[in-house]
């Protein structure tokens, strides 16, 4: 090998490693946006898919700089330049270039497996004493369902409420199609699949309030189906939430237009009715748009139907919401069923009653449009209960 | 030696020394040449279709709140029939267009090994359009391209059947034109073209047939059980009735994920042909590319099931991840032997290799993107977001669609004996690039703060980052008319060229621009090494090419 050659077989490899350590400062400094892309992580899992994160970032970011950069660079050193018609050199390949580069991404991509699966049974393994939780996706709403030990009736709420620390498992079970149970701030997502129960397990590190997202299309409400979780700073702070709820649950009131209000809000027997995932009602702070705003009900249902009268017009609208669908909105609503408590959408009638006099009372002066004592009789010559 | 010669047919074929006519492509034909820009022109008009869908769903999230749309099933089945049109009627059949245009002639035949089958398999794309746009009259699909049970049994109207009896036909079109190209490769290379001095783009078009004809069959059989579910009462997806939900998942990816490579694998053809050409030098590592598009087709088959990674089994999730690493290293081959190959070149920046190029550096950032989405524990947090949203418009428009691009630019001339305008191209090529980036790049960001996707109504936190997207979307709608304009007005006003504008090696360059009825007179002899620029040799070849098929003296009313 002459001297002139051995410089520039040199020169080769200075420039090689010049190349390589841009390419992994380059990755480096993009890997340190991870933070600007994600949002705060407040899971234990969170902060190791976080990690993984920001190798892949690093990784990317200089594959990408690498390729953008040859490219950048051919283009500018192997442009024609304006008269020469003759052609490039007559290269046909390199099979020492071709295996190292065969070599060197396989080799990445096994690590890149190997770090992704530890994280994986990580985030996966079942923690000691979790806190149970049911959840259900209904068209388009999330409900959260806690046991109170001791007795039968049980928690709801569209809230999904725990505390800094405590290992989190849901069930979740949908009443209609598919829906995905995704919080990003957990970095958790599991799809809910009709006619099956799945699983997802999280533990939250940092207090606050946090969304969920439904993340598998589930129909015209899909973008508004949305949720919150709040992670109370310790266990104390979340039994006087959960107290108060379970006294309310508990103690129901006897008034049935009160009676029907906690039924809307905190569910019955067969847990939370959906009606907030499609309905506006402003005293219960529901905005949805899928289905007619409930805002003054009782005042139009009254002049819906001619000669029906607003009870139970309000009540075949809940067994038979297909029968007098308001124009512009399509037929959505579950149809409930109040024989079969085993029927994902089962209201037994005493609780339907209830509901009928509370949705009696939204109307314009406050005052109910029915009269509620007829209500029973009605059912009966429904041919129900 | 061509063993099979095509069987003079019926029907209209290309006329003598000159261009094909629009009227032609109404009309049934054998001719390989016009079945193939039957299939270009009606893919691009469902380009337009399913591009101004693309606007429209824009505009919408121009705001957090439903505002153009009268409720989100409008939206769903916008969102529904845009993926539908955009897969399904512009990208499968615009690549269906430039094999059945380009491989005979490349291989140096008079057609494609089936004609009657090759007209057939083209003309049920039109009724399968007619199914999709036809649904929105009976009540629009709203389940997204994806149709899951029971959203897409039980819920969507009857659009849906419609939707799903418009896929089947197009499903059997795509097998039947995938053996035809299989048939016509196999046997129809000219005397002295061994399967290792093809084109890449026959071996590419080799490897998607290869996919169609094994994985396309699932689609169809999927969908025959869907149609059932909807109007016969069955309940293969109905969990009520002991169906289950994730076989149609499974089913659907076994088809869809090597569908994904129906669409790009061609293209990788096409750039292989674009960038040698115009850097003036052999493609780097040829057996290495033409096995990648093999082994992408092969490991194709085994990853599916990471489209699923929040509804499969956990314990299943691992064994896909891997697989789904592993088709990373051929792809990696081929950006790496592109690289090598304009490395060193003489390149000359027309609009086909601007395009070429821009597909390189969109592509990788498409690919470490589905890094990202291959390992489970971040695809957990990724999944069904607007970060694979922008990822699959990354690799489809970023790849699939700058290379049709490309192509047409590239073999433009060769179809109509005109070049496009060079100064329209550039303008659509940076419009174009820029409107890609800046609306697939934001959309990664936005996924992975907490957008999900196929939503009309979002959290307000999302507002500005969607409306730089819509802002850029918009941008990319108004560089597609460029394009538009520059191949209508290049059609009558484009500088006339020879036979072999770009000085390529390969043989549909050997013969006049528009090819002649039977695309050659006598039997063709192609040049050694397709790829072999630099060499005295094909300095010779390409003269004689030119003596033989010039370029007119004068243009006329050009």
């Not at chain 1, 700073?233 to 979340?238: G, L, M, R, T």
């Amino acid at each position: 090998m002459n001297p002139t050659n051995s410089s520039n077989s040199l020169m080769t490899v200075v420039w090689i490693l010049v190349a390589f350590v841009l390419l992994v400062v380059g990755g480096l400094i993009i890997a340190e946006a991870t933070p600007l892309v994600l949002p705060p992580a407040a899971s234990a899992e969170a902060v190791q898919v976080d990690e993984l994160f920001k190798i892949l970032m690093a990784l990317g970011g200089s594959i990408w700089l690498l390729v953008q950069g040859a490219v950048i660079y051919s283009v500018i050193r192997f442009r024609a330049r304006p008269g020469d018609d003759s052609d490039g050199a007559a290269m046909h390949g390199n099979n020492t270039l071709e295996f190292v580069w065969t070599l060197i991404p396989s080799i990445t991509v096994v690590i890149l497996s190997i770090i992704s699966f530890q994280v994986w049974v990580n985030i996966t393994t079942a923690q000691d004493n979790p806190q149970v939780v049911e959840a259900r996706g209904a068209r388009f709403l999330w409900s959260f369902s806690y046991d109170i030990p001791g007795e039968t009736q049980r928690v709801n709420s569209t809230v999904l409420h725990t505390w800094v620390g405590q290992p989190v498992v849901l069930h979740l079970e949908t009443a209609d199609v598919n829906h995905a149970f995704w919080v990003p701030s957990m970095r958790i997502k599991q799809d809910l699949l009709a006619g099956r129960r799945t699983e997802a397990r999280f533990t939250p590190i940092l207090a606050g309030e946090y969304p969920v997202v439904c993340a598998e299309l589930c129909g015209s409400g899909h973008g508004d189906m949305h949720a919150s979780i709040v992670v109370h700073e310790d266990e104390a702070s979340f039994l006087d939430w959960f107290d108060d709820e379970a006294y309310i649950i508990l103690n129901p009131p006897d008034d049935p237009v009160e009676g029907g209000e906690l039924l809307m809000t905190a569910g019955g027997v067969a847990g939370l009715y959906a009606c907030a995932g499609c309905h506006t009602l402003d005293a219960l702070g529901w905005d949805a748009i899928v289905a007619p705003n409930l805002e003054g009900v009782a005042d139009r249902a009254a002049t819906r139907v001619p000669g029906m009268e607003v009870e139970r017009y309000l009540l075949r609208s809940l067994f038979f919401p297909g029968e007098f669908l308001v124009p512009g909105y399509d037929n959505l609503m579950p149809q409930h069923q109040y024989q079969d408590p085993e029927e994902a959408n089962y209201m037994p009638l005493d609780e339907a009653l209830n509901i009928v006099a509370y949705l009696c009372t939204l109307s314009a002066s406050g005052e109910s449009a029915c009269n509620v004592d007829m209500l029973p009789d009605m059912m009966t010559d429904m041919g129900m209960g | 030696m061509a063993t099979i010669t095509a069987t003079p047919g019926l029907g209209t074929r290309s006329a003598e020394g000159a261009a094909i006519r629009a009227a032609d492509l109404l009309r049934w034909s054998l001719d390989h040449k016009i079945i193939g820009l039957q299939y270009m022109v009606s893919s691009l008009f469902f380009f337009i279709v399913g591009g101004t869908m693309a606007m429209l769903i824009r505009w919408e999230l121009l705001t957090p709140a439903l505002d153009l749309m009268a409720d989100g099933t409008q939206y769903n089945a916008l969102m529904t029939i845009h993926g539908s049109v955009m897969i399904f009627l512009w990208i499968i059949p615009m690549m269906a267009g430039f094999g059945n245009y380009l491989v005979p002639l490349m291989l140096g035949a008079k057609d494609m090994a089936f004609p009657w089958l090759n007209a057939f398999a083209f003309w049920l794309i039109p009724p399968a359009g007619v199914l999709m746009i036809g649904g929105w009259l009976v009540g629009p699909p709203e389940a997204g391209w994806t149709a899951y049970p029971p959203l897409s049994t039980l819920f969507s109207p009857d659009g849906q059947t419609m939707w799903a009896m418009s896929l089947h036909l197009l499903g059997v079109s795509s097998i039947l034109g995938a053996i035809n190209f299989v048939v016509t490769i196999r046997n129809m290379r000219p005397e002295g073209m061994t399967l290792w001095k093809m084109p890449l783009f026959v071996w590419a078009v080799l490897a998607t047939a290869i996919i169609q004809v094994l994985a396309t069959p699932f689609l169809t059989g999927g969908l025959t059980l869907l149609i059932l579910d909807r109007t016969a009462g069955t309940s293969f997806f109905d969990p009520g009735s002991g169906g289950d939900v994730l076989l149609w998942q499974n089913v659907f990816w076994f088809y869809s994920h090597p569908a994904v490579y129906i669409m790009i694998l061609p293209g990788f053809g096409m750039v292989s042909e674009v960038l040698s050409v115009h850097a003036r030098k052999p493609v780097f590592g040829y057996r290495a590319i033409g096995l990648s598009s093999m082994s992408i087709a092969l490991v194709g088959f085994t990853v599916w099931a990471h489209h699923m990674f929040t509804s499969l089994q956990p314990a299943l999730r691992i064994p896909f991840m891997i697989t789904s690493m592993i088709i990373a290293v051929p792809t990696g081959i081929k950006i790496f032997s592109w690289l090598g190959t304009i490395w060193g070149g003489k390149i000359r920046f027309t609009s086909a290799m601007l395009f070429a190029l821009g597909f390189i550096t969109l592509f990788v950032f498409g690919g470490i993107g589905g890094i990202f989405l291959a390992a489970v524990p971040i695809d957990i947090h990724l999944h069904d977001t607007y970060f694979v949203v922008g990822h699959f418009h990354f690799v489809l428009f970023g790849g699939s669609v700058f290379l049709i691009f490309s192509g047409i630019y590239h073999w433009f001339p060769k179809v109509t004996g005109r070049r496009m305008n060079e100064r329209l191209g550039q303008l659509h090529f940076v419009t174009t690039y820029i409107g890609t980036f800046f609306t697939f790049v934001p959309q990664h960001i936005a996924g992975a703060l907490g957008l999900p996707r196929r939503v009309a109504m979002y959290d307000p936190q999302f507002t500005n980052i969607n409306t730089v997207i819509s802002l850029a979307a918009f941008l990319l709608g108004i560089s597609s008319l460029f394009f538009i304009y520059n191949i209508l007005r290049s059609l009558s006003h484009g500088e006339r060229v020879g036979g072999n504008p770009w000085r390529a090696l390969t043989l549909e360059w050997a013969t006049t621009s528009p090819p002649p009825p039977w695309n050659f007179r006598g039997d063709p002899v192609p040049f050694d090494d397709p790829y072999g620029y630099g060499s005295d040799e094909s300095v010779a070849y390409l003269d004689a090419v030119e003596r033989r098929f010039p370029a007119p003296e004068e243009s006329d009313g050009a």
